[in-house]
């Protein structure tokens, strides 16, 4: 059972360049979550998706878009990468029952913008 | 907006040491709160879910409390041990139809042999 997979683990990119991260969950899960985690800051939620075909922006979403055409996909865009967005991104995911259910995260995405 | 505050941000033990880890909360009208531990280089992974309506949960020699009068939340653990050794987040899930979760910045424990 592999969970919440992130791909890539790693990337360097340079300024103005664009990429897309990818992650896949295998639970079923409706909800799907984008953070960012950076030192002295904490996790930050980038964008989130209720279910198929669904978006929302969270906290920070300025310089990212996202897109859910399948359940079990949820990929976040970086347009034009600026060096501010260089973190550690995390994708999460929990099933429809928001009481009880926890979230489950991939290992994340290493982004250096140079 | 709701705040999550984990002090202190690092804790050295030694092996063995029961110990408590605290979390608190500004806005107690909360879905449930969560404990996570992230291991470096690795994402989270949820280690207890305590609901609105429960006081505590345990798991093996986890135990978390919540009040939620005080927006506080503990995290015991017994018998540590150098395995245990991460970082300890804990994150509150607010009513709405997101859900979204409002993290801690999270205890960084380091157990000595």
């Known amino acids: 059972n592999a969970g919440v997979t992130q791909t890539p683990k790693f990337r360097v990119l340079k300024t103005g360049q664009s990429m897309t991260l990818l992650c896949a969950q295998d639970?079923?899960?409706?909800?799907m979550y984008w953070y960012r985690q950076d030192p002295g800051m904490g996790l930050r939620l980038i964008h989130y998706?209720?279910?198929?075909?669904?978006?929302a922006k969270g906290e920070v979403p300025d310089g990212y878009n996202v897109s859910r055409l399948k359940k079990q996909n949820f990929l976040l865009g970086l347009e034009s990468a600026a060096p501010s967005q260089t973190s550690v991104y995390f994708c999460?995911?929990?099933?429809?029952?928001?009481?009880?259910?926890?979230?489950?995260f991939g290992n994340g995405t290493r982004l250096t913008v140079t | 907006k709701q705040e999550v505050t984990q002090i202190p941000a690092a804790l050295s033990v030694p092996e063995g040491e029961n110990l408590v880890l605290n979390c608190s909360f500004t806005?107690?009208?909360?879905?449930?709160l969560q404990w996570f531990r992230q291991d470096p280089g690795k994402g989270l992974t949820s280690l207890l879910l305590?609901?609105?309506?429960?006081r505590e949960q345990t798991s093996g020699r986890l135990n978390a409390s919540l009040d939620k009068s005080s927006g506080r939340s503990t995290l015991y653990i017994a018998a540590s041990q150098p395995g245990d050794s991460a970082t300890y987040l804990c994150?509150?899930?607010?009513?709405?139809?997101?859900?979204?979760?409002?993290f801690g910045k999270g205890i960084t424990l380091s157990v000595r042999p």
């Open positions: 999460a995911s929990s099933s429809d029952r928001p009481s009880i259910s926890p979230l489950h």
């Open positions: 639970m079923n899960h409706e909800y």
């Open positions: 998706s209720v279910g198929e075909g669904t978006t």
């Open positions: 806005d107690s009208a909360i879905y449930n």
């Open positions: 305590i609901q609105s309506s429960q």
């Open positions: 994150a509150v899930k607010n009513p709405g139809a997101n859900s979204k979760l409002t």
